[in-house]
């Protein structure tokens, strides 16, 4: 358990889908859940046992990252055929040269045709990294693009008061806190390259949104006792 302490911002979307609609689209959908050997049963053979409406939450973070560090890197650099080496102080760079009878052959080309010779610059570069970037991530802790846009006719005005109505009905996320920023902060810190020293760096969480969507789910039982489940989306109205 970390003992690090995140300020969450809580937003609860509203149904658009009203339950009607919502047992609608399960009849229509319930047989095809049962299917068998390309044989779905009769309608009066499957039962909708249960309709309830959940909300199951999905995380939102942004964050900010600064980093002051110097890397080694290879930069290659053309110059004209007649060159062979340059001198950087006391260092010499000669042109390079393939392997084999490939890269003989390759400098008769280049020489036949004039092209330019190209040499490896071994250097430090003096890098400054300032990003900012969201991640998103389903209940399950699965990193997703996020579907949902947080408009105002879509947001509960007393979100709290909605999830302690519905809580028996309310899934958590399954990624932590500490896990879903550790996935940020990865993100961020791609370009901070191998091979870097006097690295000076700063994370910065912006914000994390816990975001709860109103789903559908509808437990079905047909034939043999068999139980199967259906979920909607009742933002999108789309079965999940």
């Known amino acids: 358990m970390s003992n690090t302490e995140y300020r969450i ?5 509203r149904p658009i889908l009203d339950p009607d609609d919502a047992q609608q689209i399960v009849e229509n959908r319930k047989t095809s859940l049962f299917r ?4 779905k049963p009769k309608k009066t053979e499957v039962h909708i046992h249960s ?11 942004s964050g900010k990252y600064n980093a002051n560090f110097y890397r080694k890197t ?6 004209e055929p007649i060159i062979r080496e340059i001198i950087i102080g006391d260092d010499v760079f000669p042109i390079k040269k393939g392997k084999g009878v490939l890269g003989k052959l390759n400098t008769k080309i280049k020489s036949s045709t004039k092209r330019k010779n190209q040499i490896d610059l071994e250097l430090e570069e003096h890098a400054y990294i300032d990003d900012e970037q969201e991640i998103a991530f389903d209940h399950h802790g699965k990193e997703i693009k996020m579907p949902y846009k947080m408009s105002s006719r879509l947001i509960e005005s007393y979100p709290r008061r909605t999830l302690e109505k519905t ?8 990624i932590t806190y500490d896990a879903a920023v550790a996935r940020l902060t990865s993100k961020l810190k791609k370009s901070v390259s191998i ?3 006097n690295l000076e760096e700063k994370f910065t969480i912006n914000e994390i949104i816990e975001l709860y969507v109103p789903i559908y789910e509808a437990r079905l039982i047909g034939p043999k006792k068999n139980v199967r489940l259906i979920r909607i989306d009742s933002i999108r109205k789309k079965v999940l």
């Open 9 to 13: 911002k809580t937003v609860v979307l």
């Open 36 to 39: 068998s050997m390309l044989q």
């Open 51 to 61: 309709l309830k409406l959940s909300y199951e939450a999905f995380l939102i973070l």
């Open 74 to 79: 290879v930069h290659t650099i053309n110059v």
């Open 167 to 174: 809580k028996d009905n309310v899934k958590k996320p399954e």
């Open 195 to 197: 091979g870097r020293r």
